[in-house]
């Protein structure tokens, strides 16, 4: 079917532009023009392209009680995300070929949304051998990576990066210093004082990210920073960049509109790993992802059941359920005047897109119709029992959130209709 927006307020991550116009669509792909089957009367509401979320933890194999590829899909179109780049910590990790392929087939199957698996960098993500790079990436691998766990052993970390540099492969970094990080729930200070919680440095993620850009350096390696979450990491980060090194970084969301005060009365569901850090740290950040120094923004989505959460602080699991949250939650930044439609959608589709060499991310001719409306305007409160995922554990619920999807197109096919009917 062959389909014409009009009168849409099209947000143009490419070319920095916010403009009311018109948008054609002609066998999923966007066209300059064409004789449309349908036609969509967009009423001055936002059209943009389709985020790309980086880093999504779906729990097959192993955890299907806590995320399937059908209610994380499900979950990704309620949130205007297109594509979900899954992560490797399942049970057993992603470390094989055979793993990875049963992933792929059942990703296909059930999953409304594209979706690219990562795989583990080592096996069993117990950074001690390498996987088989090459023999992933021909099976389909997006990216490697561990999550969050740091290979410790400098000298086969270095191995690795210069492999997966010889072979094209990006890797996904977790940039935290293990001994300074073991055992903390929230990050160290005043706050955590008073609490009587254990503390993490923030000193912790710069130790990392200092490590990691020296061997980047030795091995010349394409890497990401899945978090970048203090201001004692960016400059560090910059000069990398500065220096010509081929990396980038992203940041989650929950530490883009949260803070560590947000742990209130030991509230689990506000446990993360990094844990939040204070408002300064957010709001560097925050002025990182407008200047573009943090280039990718994404959910982090971690389902964790009611039994693992409903624990005392410290010994609760760490993460949140993000998908359907993403955008109306980074849309406070918008609100909030910190950043700008274009440049937001530059940090949720247009980069995480480019890093990982996709053609979506964009609403230039030729590219695929990955298409999310939504009207950034209208207020509503989240119910966490109304979510789509399945684990609940949002720090969101009760909060009143700004912004909310009208419906979510992959491939041009309209993927919010398609599972209302279903």
């Not at 392929?101 to 999953?111: G, K, L, N, T, Y």
């Amino acid at each position: 079917m062959n389909t014409h927006f009009k009168n849409a307020r099209l947000i143009d991550p490419e070319t920095g532009t916010e403009t009311l116009g018109d948008l054609f669509v002609a066998d999923g792909v966007i066209v300059e023009t064409c004789k449309a089957d349908e036609v969509i009367d967009c009423g001055g509401k936002c059209l943009a392209p389709g985020i790309v979320d980086i880093g999504v933890k779906v729990s097959e194999p192993g955890e299907r009680h806590k995320e399937s590829f059908a209610s994380a899909g499900r979950a990704a179109v309620a949130g205007g995300i297109t594509t979900i780049v899954t992560r490797p910590d399942t049970s057993p990790a992603i470390d094989t070929p055979e793993t990875l392929e049963f992933v792929e087939r059942r990703a296909s199957i059930d999953a409304a949304v594209n979706v690219l698996p990562m795989a583990a960098l080592t096996k069993g993500r117990d950074g001690k051998e390498m996987t088989e790079i090459g023999f992933l990436m021909d099976a389909g691998a997006a990216a490697f990576t561990d999550c969050d766990r740091v290979v410790t052993n400098t000298k086969v970390f270095s191995r690795v990066l210069t492999y997966a540099h010889s072979l094209g492969a990006l890797v996904i970094g977790h940039v935290q210093e293990p001994g300074l990080s073991a055992g903390g729930s929230v990050t160290s200070g005043k706050f955590a004082t008073l609490r009587g919680l254990s503390g993490v440095s923030p000193m912790a993620e710069r130790m990392g990210l200092d490590r990691d850009i020296a061997l980047l350096e030795m091995t010349g390696a394409a890497y990401h920073v899945d978090q970048i979450t203090t201001a004692r990491a960016l400059p560090a980060l910059e000069r990398a960049k500065a220096n010509g090194l081929n990396i980038t970084a992203g940041v989650g969301i929950h530490h883009l509109t949260l803070n560590e005060m947000d742990v209130a009365d030991y509230r689990t569901f506000f446990k993360l790993k990094p844990p939040l850090r204070s408002e300064d740290d957010r709001l560097a950040v925050v002025e990182a992802v407008a200047t573009g120094l943090i280039d990718i923004i994404s959910s982090m989505h971690t389902p964790q059941d009611e039994e693992s959460k409903r624990l005392p602080f410290e010994e609760a699991a760490s993460g949140a359920v993000a998908l359907e949250t993403l955008l109306p939650a980074a849309l406070r930044l918008v609100h909030a005047g910190h950043i700008d439609l274009p440049h937001l959608f530059r940090a949720l589709a247009l980069n995480p897109a480019n890093r990982l060499g996709l053609a979506c991310g964009r609403l230039s001719v030729g590219a695929p119709a990955d298409l999310v409306l939504f009207d950034p305007d209208v207020s509503w409160k989240l119910d966490r029992s109304k979510l789509l995922s399945k684990s609940k554990n949002t720090p969101f619920d009760e909060a009143i959130l700004q912004g909310k999807v009208i419906a979510t197109y992959v491939g041009g096919v309209n993927k919010t209709e398609s599972l209302a009917n279903a």
